[in-house]
């Protein structure tokens, strides 16, 4: 009889939670998701909260819950397994993340010069779009170091067309567009240059590759105090890609041009607090050369295989808070 009773309590500890309710199996999901190293993804959670518990199988990846969501950071190659536990809903999520290559970057042409605490840089050929069939994404750039970065430490991102700054808000989210890296500093852009009425009478005529000397560029020796800098923001970039912005198209039917807008420059407060200005000078390989083939041959396949390469100058002060740009 005390043996049969021991066993029945014995039974009734492990049958009750806390509250001397049953223990109910706690209801598990899983989800996979890819990264690439150095890249971070999002997962949504339902009823996930701060108070999750998360543990990581393998040390491919990190993990953090941000809000309903975990935010994962691709680290090594391989494969790792997220577990997030919800204890207050009863729940495990098991995520398989399977961590890739990083991006693939094009080498690209870099001349670096000083001048006092200025720091003169030009980039030729900076390749911005993905390869194909792969995932789209955006390449990031840190303006001091001159160079692609794959952390949270960049001030502008380029894919195609598109440029973003690492300040503000997603723009949007399409399934035809490159997802928008998360913006982690304050990074602004003021765009100067305004256009006249005798350059717009001119559009069809303006030059494929852009001049350093064109517009204001060079005479603007500090940042202005009319300088009107501008973040990222819902269904706004801060570099307009339309009449407003760096560039003009010719759409039609034999060519699909992107020029430069010969007197626009952008003045760039980097996301570590520094002052840049920036001037585009070409959207082509070759620095618009090979693009003057479509208008000379009327092929638009001629200037689009080309396209998505970026050739830029721009001057950085290597004083933080420093508005000085000469």
Request: net charge neutral.
């Amino acid at each position: 009889m005390k043996k049969l009773l021991t066993i029945l309590l014995f039974g009734l500890l492990f049958s009750c939670g806390d509250k001397g309710e049953p223990n109910v199996p706690a209801t598990t999901e899983t989800k996979e998701v890819e990264v690439r190293v150095g890249e971070k993804v999002e997962v949504e959670i339902t009823d996930a909260s701060q108070e999750c518990k998360i543990t990581i199988e393998n040390d491919k990846v990190t993990a953090e819950m941000k809000d309903s969501k975990v935010l994962i950071l691709g680290k090594k190659e391989g494969v790792s397994k997220v577990t997030v536990t919800n204890s207050k809903v009863n729940k495990i999520t098991v995520i398989t993340v399977t961590v890739k290559k990083g991006k693939k970057v094009p080498d690209y042409d870099i001349k670096t010069e000083m001048k006092g605490a200025i720091k003169i840089v030009t980039i030729t050929d900076l390749w911005t779009s993905s390869p194909e069939g792969e995932k789209m994404y955006y390449h990031k750039f840190n303006l001091e170091k001159g160079k692609y970065v794959e952390g949270d430490d960049w001030d502008i991102a380029f894919y195609n067309r598109s440029i973003v700054v690492n300040g503000g808000q997603a723009t949007f989210e399409a399934p035809y567009a490159a997802p928008e890296p998360e913006r982690t500093g304050n990074c602004a852009i003021a765009i100067m240059g305004k256009t006249t009425t005798e350059d717009e009478a001119k559009k069809e005529n303006l030059p494929i590759i852009a001049k350093e000397t064109d517009g204001e560029y060079l005479t603007t020796t500090k940042v202005p105090d009319n300088a009107e800098f501008k973040q990222d923001k819902k269904g706004e970039f801060a570099i307009d890609d339309d009449s407003k912005g760096m560039f003009e198209y010719n759409l039609s039917p034999f060519e699909h041009i992107v020029t430069i807008k010969k007197n626009r420059f952008l003045i760039v407060k980097t996301h570590n607090g520094h002052y840049a200005k920036l001037k585009i000078l070409s959207y082509y390989q070759g620095a618009g050369a090979t693009a003057q083939k479509s208008v000379e041959t009327g092929s638009m396949e001629e200037g689009l295989k080309y396209a998505n390469y970026y050739t830029f100058t721009y001057k950085y002060n290597t004083k933080k808070d420093d508005k000085e740009l000469e």
